[in-house]
């Protein structure tokens, strides 16, 4: 049961169009909270402003507000943008239909949002109220001030602006968007002591300024956790993919010392996916950052560290530990390494596209864009999943989706049900044997040339984003010399390192390789990177699992 907040009678508020879900909601608040919080609740998005302008004039306080999305005139996002304005400390939550989650992810860089929830929420005890618990006693412990975010200064078609945005989205951290050429923007130039020239301008939540910062300098100042807390553990799981994720969560839960090192965001390939539909229990489907964040944060709860923005360089054999050596010189060793760097899209051959990545070209969904791609034409280049995830993703905003496909048909690559679904969009056009020859544009892209793969023939079009998605190549240079590999860079193990029943070269234990070890003892691979791998969210979660079993294994004969 929630605590008093106060001598006067907190205000929890409740806005929705719909009579019978604004009771039904308000029901539901009372029944939990009503003998601590006075439960106020709205049928329209003003005659919610008017209460809380009132209860302002009043002087009383207003801990949280709960929108629904889907209101006329003023919908839940827009709601939520002025009431911020009266009372910027109040936690924010909106109600949100499934077709509208991606709405909600959007409104987290929009309004500071701190929670959206599923309709319908039953039953309240496991949906609503543990959400509402977390929020009031955050509310509680802020003080009742506005909690502050990051700002970023930047221009719109600027890589690097784009790099810093999609950084901090992709590891939840809320923050604001200045044009620099706007008012606010040149405003918070001028308190920093900048003129412009080097963007992006990030401010943290304590006002330090950062100019140009690099990914650690920036998860440092966000609160990311960027040092590993001991110098040795029982397990290191390098990468934050699904197989990576499912590793820390497995070993830590089973009592393994365990750490997590991520390069870039958790999540992976797979947390940039705007909607998986065939991961097993989630019948409706669930996007990829709603997925990391569930697995990253039961991964904490085990007790697994997880660090962000730390490139590993090094892998090497000291006796019976394992030693990871990272870009900046630094070192940590442990009994077990489970390899999980997974995979990276492709670059796109073709002129401009390096200069134009980041100003119109994108490499995965980069959802941090899609809301730029409102009303306008948009190629996706690529026929996997994943580009068929986020064909169905910008179709729902954008004027057209064109997907350009090398291949002479979806069906080799792409799941039946996407190529249903895309069948099915109005407004998703497949043009089957089409490469993009050239990309152009002066600051920011403006037209692709595109080739007729078997004529040969070529055609210049409008565009102004475009997004690839053409294949996976491993991020295992690193290993080099040091773990077996491939000749397209896949890390062997188990099986694939005895083809002729003999383990392989130096191996030095009476055994053979366990199924997803390497062939250096003790260090495994899960997921993607794996040589013949299933390539699948699921298969790399499972293979994050069973690599854990098989570290235990090892651990007990060593």
Known sequence: MAQAADAARTVILTVDDDPGVSRAVARDLRRRYGESYRIVRAESGESALQALRELKLRGDLVAVILADYRMPQMNGIEFLEQALDVYPGARRVLLTAYADTNAAIDAINVVDLDHYLLKPWDPPEEKLYPVLDDLLQTWRCSDYRPVPSTKVVGHRWSARSSDVREFLARNQVPYRWYSADEPEGQRLLAAAGQDGQRLPLVITPDGTPLVEPEAPELAAQVGLATTPAADFYDLVVIGGGPAGLGAAVYGASEGLRTVLVERSATGGQAGQSSRIENYLGFPDGVSGAQLTDRARRQAAKFGAEILSAREVTGLEVNGAARTVRFSDGSAVAAHSV??????????????GTTDLTGCGVFYGSALTEAASCQGHDVYIVG????????????ARGAKSVTLLVRGPSLSASMSHYLIQQIEEAPNISVRCGTAVEAVHGSDRLEQLTLRDVESGKTELVDAQWMFVFIGAAPLTDWLDGTVLRDERGFILAGPD???DGRPPADWELDRPPYHLETNIPGVFVAGDARAESAKRVASAVGEGAMAVMLVHRYLEQS
């Open 338 to 351: 489970i390899l999980a760097t997974g995979v990276s899209y492709r670059q796109l051959d073709a002129p």
């Open 383 to 394: 026929g996997a999943n994943s580009a068929g995830q986020a064909a169905m993703y910008l």
């Open 497 to 499: 390192l005895t083809p």
